[in-house]
């Protein structure tokens, strides 16, 4: 049962990146910040595209968030700035308890559409928090099958 789970920004440090390897989806992304980090680039309050919930000290949860311009937006109608949706995870122990849950539904309270990609054997979950197969346009989706949520007064921009 979850009690108080608190979806926090995270930040880009050496304790945040050293938990980073306990989640499956861990890979380039977080790899090149732990090079930014070594080269001082990147302090302690760097913007991070991370969200996560913490249990105790340890990061059980976690998702990145990128807000991506108007400009780019070749799902939504209107086009406006929506979000993207990426390594939505949470550590085995903790599956099942409502976390991710928790996640979607803090990604959805910026009130802008979200796209995500979901990995295989998700889609349920992704069907039960919302989100809809996008039509599938062979240029824009480039053999991916994402999926979106439209938050109201937004439909799908057609094909």
């Known amino acids: 049962m979850i009690n108080n789970a608190n979806v926090e920004k995270l930040l880009i440090n050496y304790k945040t990146l050293e938990q980073f390897k306990r989640f499956k989806e861990y890979g380039n992304q ?3 910040m ?3 980090l070594q080269n001082n680039i990147v302090e302690n309050n760097s913007e991070s595209p991370f969200y996560g919930i913490y249990f105790g000290h340890n990061l059980i949860a976690r998702m990145s968030l990128y807000r991506m311009k108007a400009k780019y937006d070749n799902y ?3 086009a406006q ?3 993207e949706l990426w390594k939505l995870e949470v550590l085995p122990d903790y599956r099942g308890q409502g976390y991710g ?3 979607v539904e803090f990604a959805k309270s910026f009130q802008l559409p979200i796209k995500t990609n979901p ?3 998700s889609h349920g979950f992704w069907e ?5 197969k996008a039509q599938y346009e062979m240029e824009r989706d480039l053999g991916q099958n994402p999926l979106i949520w439209l938050p109201e007064g937004v439909s799908e921009k057609d094909v």
């Open 81 to 83: 700035d929506y979000l």
């Open 101 to 103: 849950k928790i996640m």
């Open 128 to 132: 039960k928090m919302g989100f809809q």
């Open 34 to 36: 732990m090079e930014d």
């Open 76 to 78: 939504f109608n209107p």
């Open 30 to 32: 977080e790899l090149s």
């Open 119 to 121: 990995r295989i054997n």
